[in-house]
């Protein structure tokens, strides 16, 4: 069921989606070589409660998994999604993608970021300059009458373009009156399929790019996902309002 929100509803997700951006530029500003994923967490968690929200992944499970133990996801190189933070000091040259969600008085904003650490190699470079681009293409489709595989497709052509592939076994997803909700949107797709694209959907819209092969798998740890053939990926992700038939950015 795809749910379109009331503008009390839209009021609220925006709440927590602010918050979302702001643990991200946190973040951002503390990431370089030696900092652990251990203490970007503790500070997510501690800025996100001082704001009044909670972070919406801690405690959350999936398909049998258990509780995800952690307020942020941190995903270094080769972990794509989901990785869990820990006392591992970062290296210069690696890139490390921080996923956010925040609850906020019954309400969700979600958000993603890949942060270089230190200087990164040219390669790594383009990896998030085209994940970005991706993303921001992505999102000037979620317009009102085009439908969501168009958002799919834009980012499909975008990456293999640019001879990079889209992870093919995860998906973006609407949000806002829970953390996940309908519609799936894939980063492949044709365009002209899937749901039609309405005022007043909330979309978590998230690129997630490997350098390598798209094929991932999960660690044993039961949450950590990586690439398969042990290359790097990207992940951004925005919270999207489809508004006056135009999509509005809620975690900028």
């Known amino acids: 069921m795809i749910y379109i929100k009331t503008a009390q509803e839209i009021d609220g997700i925006k709440k927590s989606c602010q918050i979302v951006a702001d643990v991200l530029r946190l973040l951002g500003s503390m990431i370089k070589p030696g900092v652990t994923t251990k203490e970007l967490d503790i500070a997510a968690e501690e800025f996100i409660q001082s704001n009044g929200g909670t972070p919406a992944f ?52 979600d958000g993603a970021y890949t942060f270089p650490v230190g200087n990164v190699s040219e390669k790594k470079e383009r990896l998030l300059k085209v994940t970005k681009e991706s993303l921001k293409l992505g999102i000037a ?5 085009n439908h969501v595989h168009d958002i799919s497709a834009e980012v499909q ?31 492949y797709g044709e365009p002209g399929t899937g749901s039609k694209i309405r005022n007043g959907m909330t979309l978590a819209i998230e690129p997630m790019v490997n350098s390598g092969d798209w094929r991932v798998k999960v660690l044993g740890d039961g949450w950590t996902v990586v690439t398969v053939d042990g290359k790097p990926s990207a992940h951004f992700e925005h919270t999207v309002l489809v508004n006056n038939g135009e999509p509005e950015i809620l975690t900028l």
């Open 157 to 187: 052509k975008h990456v293999e373009k640019n001879n990079f592939s889209v992870v093919r076994d995860l998906c973006g997803h609407g949000v806002g009156k829970f953390l996940h909700e309908d519609p799936s949107i894939p980063n």
């Open 141 to 145: 489709q979620a317009v009102k009458g």
């Open 58 to 109: 801690k405690g959350y499970s999936q398909g049998g998994s258990f509780n995800f133990p952690a307020a942020i996801c941190t995903s270094p190189d080769e972990a794509v999604v989901h990785g869990i933070p820990d006392d591992v000091p970062l290296v210069e040259g690696q890139i490390l993608s921080v996923d956010v969600g925040v609850k906020k008085k019954g309400y969700f904003g």
